[in-house]
């Protein structure tokens, strides 16, 4: 069974840059037609997806986030990264990476594997 683990800091400042990066082992990020993405939830509110890297290294952004998000790989450690710059109060949320055969979904059975997700706030 894959599992992914996420790690990164649990508290950014407002205007820095979060950083995360997710840990897939028992599995492999260049599998043909995962995508393996990252989604959060803020508190009292339903699943975004941010983006998705895919088993190519083509990547895709949500319209609404395309400025600030970037995803990146490192096949040789089997990571890939998360990056949001100009962060606000308002990208307090539980960060998740998970993967699976669709791009952008945002329900949990849409994806096959998750991390167990990492609580990020955002705060001065």
């Known amino acids: 069974q894959v599992q992914l683990q996420e790690s990164g800091p649990g508290l950014v400042k407002p205007s820095q840059t979060l950083s995360l990066t997710c840990t897939v082992s028992d599995g492999s990020i260049t599998t043909s037609y995962f995508y393996w993405s990252w989604i959060r939830q803020p508190p009292g509110k339903g699943l975004e997806w941010m983006g998705a890297i895919a088993y190519s290294g083509s990547t895709y952004y949500s319209p609404s986030l395309k400025s600030r998000i970037s995803i990146s790989r490192d096949t040789s450690k089997n990571q890939f990264t998360l990056q949001l710059s100009s962060v606000t109060p308002e990208d307090t949320a539980v960060y998740y990476c998970?993967?699976?055969?669709?791009?952008?979904?945002?329900?949990?059975?849409?994806?096959?594997?998750w991390g167990q997700g990492t609580q990020v706030t955002v705060s001065s």
């Open positions: 998970a993967t699976g055969t669709v791009v952008a979904g945002t329900t949990w059975d849409e994806y096959i594997y």
